[in-house]
């Protein structure tokens, strides 16, 4: 999947996001799967970078994935639930698809608030998200019918709806096999209202969808299927104040 169009614009964007904080950074890692954005800080500058996955086998293959243990641990844990770190303060927290398991505000909230206990004042949390939207269900037809079900492609449905937003199905079938899962597009106002009941006060900034540096070929190939103008992700941006 990492080397999916979609995947390379992702990446191109949390370069974008974080590049400003990472020099030197103690970062944290929210649901950091097996660990991929973690040993990219370290690649980007990052000092430290501590990740953290409520799956056991993800953090198993992050642990045996990774060379630069001096500077990089990884724990199994509930991102969930407000926890402070024995690692301590952190410069930047980092969440890339944590935020979009929330399927009602107060979880959200549980899971900004576990950000801002962890991070520094004047710190900056910066996640992973379904695009910002008060119309989830609009945003999620209109996605479809730019990225209709094609092989390799990822393809995210509606399945209900909930209180503030839709419950989703993700699919991507690659000839190596198929990844699914599901989660919540929960509508804009919950991100921003959860963010500040967490404890993060400071400014927040969904950041456009950029295409900085990347791939004649590959910014073909996003341009054909919509990825640019219907987007599939934003990076949030917010201030601890
Ligand atoms: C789509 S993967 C993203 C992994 C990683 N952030 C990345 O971008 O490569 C979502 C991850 O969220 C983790 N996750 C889901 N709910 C969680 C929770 N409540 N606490 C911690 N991790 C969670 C899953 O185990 C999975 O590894």
New binding site residues.
Partial sequence: MRKLPIAILQDANVEAGIASFIKGAKVL??????G??SKRFLEWGAKQVVG????KA?VDAANATSTNLHALSFHV????VPFRYEDGVFDVVF????LN?ASHGKEMVNMFRNASVNLKESGHFIG?TPPPTNDPRGHGDRALAARPARDGNIVVTITKDVEKGVATHLESTMKTGKVE?DAYHLTKNVYERSAWEGGLEGALTWRSVESPDIDSGVLESLRSSSWLTVPHFSVLVVVKE
């Fill in positions: 890692d929210l649901a950091c799967g097996t991929y954005y953290v996955d409520i799956s993800m844990t509930d991102c969930s969440g890339a698809w944590l398991y992973v899962f």
